[in-house]
């Protein structure tokens, strides 16, 4: 898995949704070691507590700086406690909602806007977008595509690692393969294991 991150800037991660061993592995992706971290989270299903508890269950180290872009209604409370080292106002700070899931230019722009604002304080970035299956519900694929190749191509650009969760179930062959076109590398869990490959 480390040498997955360490030289692929995006990866595609196809799980069943709430398959065995997706939040393990989402983490493992993250890499949260002792090096400082921006986390940014992109969540369609998921709230902004339940993504920072998600990271604290495996690390005693929190990120540097902390970012979710919430997308449609799975904005929640920021009101557990934030990580030691992150304080509240900066967990609050950092939250920014996307209320209408079809605005993939806005969701662009958030997260640009987080990637700008972390561009120079020299910790490396690290991106979870949970999941192109939801996404997938509100956007054709081709408007998801071309959203994807901007997206991958500005994380490349600024040095930041993402993973993109996908449940391979829910979707015809097609769609996942046009997605893993745009990915790095691809871990897929199945028949209890994982497994990898990279273009």
Not at 135 to 152: C, I, S
Not at 180 to 185: E, H, K, M, P, T
Request: aromatic residues 6%; glycine residues 8%.
């Amino acid at each position: 898995m480390e040498t997955v991150f360490d030289e692929a800037s995006s990866i595609l991660l196809l799980s069943p949704s709430l398959g065995e061993g997706e939040s393990d592995t989402c983490i493992e992706l993250l890499h949260p070691d002792d090096v400082d971290k921006n986390a940014l989270w992109v969540s369609y299903t998921k709230s902004p507590d339940a993504q920072l508890r998600r990271w604290r269950t495996h690390s005693e180290h929190p990120p540097a700086s902390v970012g979710v872009v919430s997308v449609g209604d799975s904005m929640r409370s920021v009101s557990a406690p934030a990580p030691a080292g992150a304080g509240d106002q900066e967990l609050n700070a950092g939250v920014e909602t996307v209320a209408n899931p079809n605005d993939l230019t806005g969701l662009g722009i958030s997260i640009t806007e987080h990637l700008s604002r972390w561009e120079d304080n020299g910790n490396r970035t690290v991106v979870c977008v949970d999941s192109l299956t939801a996404m997938l519900q509100y956007v054709e694929l081709q408007t998801a595509y071309e959203f994807l190749h901007v997206l991958t191509g500005r994380l490349y650009a600024t040095g930041a690692v993402a993973h993109f969760h996908m449940d391979p179930g829910a979707h015809d062959e097609q769609t996942v393969e046009s997605i893993v076109s745009l990915c790095d590398a691809v871990v897929e869990l199945r028949d209890g294991g994982r497994h990898v490959r990279c273009r």
